[in-house]
């Protein structure tokens, strides 16, 4: 059964400011608790009720500071070798994480962000609706403590998470694999919240990146479009929907301003019947429709597919190889490094270990090989994106 992360913190009297072991993003199934893991939150328990009673602190107040952080970082150290450059003295001194670590000294880009279209943001409000995205039972287990209302996952709380309560300097709004309803029964076209109320069409986030923006005074957010070749599909012709097709895409390009695409090739909202391939011939077209409206950057979900049973496959990043060397003038970038997570991993079934040349590495792998083969091709990037929480 799947609970909450903080749940079962609580429920074993964990205190860390830190994960101890996979926490799933709803993408990957997560893997059980190493031995390793299991050796850091006991540090990071011990180490911390010491360091609290120290400083006459109780030890959950004293978790949520820079000094709590610390003590977690050196027991990941301890455990995993000194991968991470924290001092002793910052698990007793915040002055001292202060000096190190001065804040604003970096340019933050976070190139992956999202809110939900929670029907409680300004026109996205409904009357009798509201926070339907927040009702799907899988959204609920994601293991965050939050409110239980659709503010909780809202552009509002968005905000103050990224631009008030975190450093990051700039952000991209990014895609889910949704489509957007072109015209009403009428042949009426339709605008803003009739188009789509998912969890974040293309329109809310150009709408947002424009308030942002507008607010900042100057570019803070990039937005990315959710249209792919097999959104809008002619199931008599079984091929896409050309003029369909090639409409919504001058809507994202032009009316929305969007900065890039963001692909899911193992994901089928037009209800084709099938994903599709970066390499396979309606991506073709799309990329010819694509540079005459001037739009050159395509941002792909690679790897994590336990979303997708059936289409799971397509998001092995095989098939960058021949598109990035047919369309140099074109650039992929490669979201979470085409990292592929799981529990069934021969070593972790049968010793509790990471093998770092199987199981995590095993579509990445493909993907360096790519490069490997093609030294100068200089259009094919890696996005940290969930890789980062599951190898750190």
């Given at each position: 059964m799947w609970i909450p992360k903080y749940k079962r913190d609580?429920?074993?009297?964990?205190?860390?400011?830190?994960?101890?072991?996979?926490?799933?993003?709803?993408?990957?199934?997560?893997?059980?608790q190493s031995k390793k893991q299991q050796q850091v939150e006991h540090l990071i328990g011990k180490w911390g009720a010491e360091n609290a009673k120290r400083l006459g602190m109780n030890r959950r107040d004293f978790m949520r500071t820079s000094m709590g952080f610390a003590t977690a970082v050196l027991a990941m150290n301890a455990v995993h070798g000194a991968y991470w450059d924290v001092d002793a003295a910052e698990a007793f001194e915040p002055a001292a994480t202060a000096e190190k670590w001065p804040k604003g000294e970096y340019f933050i880009l976070d190139v992956q962000t999202h809110f939900t279209n929670a029907y409680d943001l300004g026109v996205e409000r409904r009357a009798g609706s509201g926070g339907g995205f927040r009702q799907y039972e899988f959204l609920k287990n994601m293991g965050f403590n939050l409110k239980g209302d659709a503010e909780a996952y809202s552009f509002h709380n968005f905000v103050k998470e990224i631009f008030f309560d975190s450093e990051t300097s700039m952000i991209v709004i990014s895609g889910v694999p949704t489509k957007e309803k072109q015209r009403d029964e009428s042949g009426k076209v339709l605008e803003g919240a009739d188009r789509s109320r998912t969890a974040l069409p293309?329109?809310?986030?150009?709408?947002?990146?424009?308030?942002?923006?507008?607010?900042?005074?100057?570019?803070?957010?990039?937005?990315?479009?959710?249209?792919?070749?097999?959104?809008?599909?002619?199931?008599?012709?079984?091929?896409?929907?050309?003029?369909?097709?090639?409409?919504?895409?001058?809507?994202?390009?032009?009316?929305?301003?969007?900065?890039?695409?963001?692909?899911?090739?193992?994901?089928?909202?037009?209800?084709?019947?099938?994903?599709?391939?970066?390499?396979?011939?309606?991506?073709?077209?799309?990329?010819?429709?694509?540079?005459?409206?001037?739009?050159?950057?395509?941002?792909?979900?690679?790897?994590?597919?336990?979303?997708?049973?059936?289409?799971?496959?397509?998001?092995?990043?095989?098939?960058?190889?021949?598109?990035?060397?047919?369309?140099?003038?074109?650039?992929?970038?490669?979201?979470?490094?085409?990292?592929?997570?799981?529990?069934?991993?021969?070593?972790?079934?049968?010793?509790?270990?990471?093998?770092?040349?199987?199981?995590?590495?095993?579509?990445?792998?493909?993907?360096?090989?790519?490069?490997?083969?093609?030294?100068?091709?200089?259009?094919?990037?890696?996005?940290?994106g969930s890789s980062f929480g599951l190898l750190a």
């Open positions: 609580a429920l074993k009297g964990v205190d860390s400011p830190i994960p101890t072991q996979v926490v799933s993003n709803e993408e990957i199934l997560p893997r059980p293309s329109w809310l986030m150009a709408k947002r990146k424009k308030d942002l923006n507008d607010l900042a005074g100057c570019q803070r957010s990039l937005s990315q479009g959710n249209c792919a070749p097999n959104h809008y599909w002619d199931k008599v012709k079984n091929q896409p929907d050309w003029p369909a097709l090639s409409e919504q895409m001058e809507r994202e390009v032009k009316l929305y301003g969007i900065d890039s695409w963001k692909w899911y090739c193992h994901t089928d909202p037009g209800s084709s019947g099938g994903g599709f391939q970066l390499d396979d011939d309606t991506s073709a077209k799309f990329y010819e429709k694509s540079r005459q409206l001037g739009l050159k950057l395509f941002s792909v979900h690679k790897g994590f597919s336990y979303q997708s049973r059936t289409l799971g496959h397509l998001a092995n990043p095989k098939d960058v190889e021949k598109a990035a060397l047919q369309n140099p003038d074109l650039t992929f970038v490669i979201y979470h490094s085409a990292l592929k997570h799981g529990p069934n991993e021969e070593n972790y079934v049968a010793n509790n270990e990471f093998n770092a040349t199987t199981g995590d590495f095993l579509w990445h792998n493909v993907l360096m090989d790519v490069k490997k083969r093609n030294t100068k091709m200089n259009n094919v990037y890696c996005e940290i």
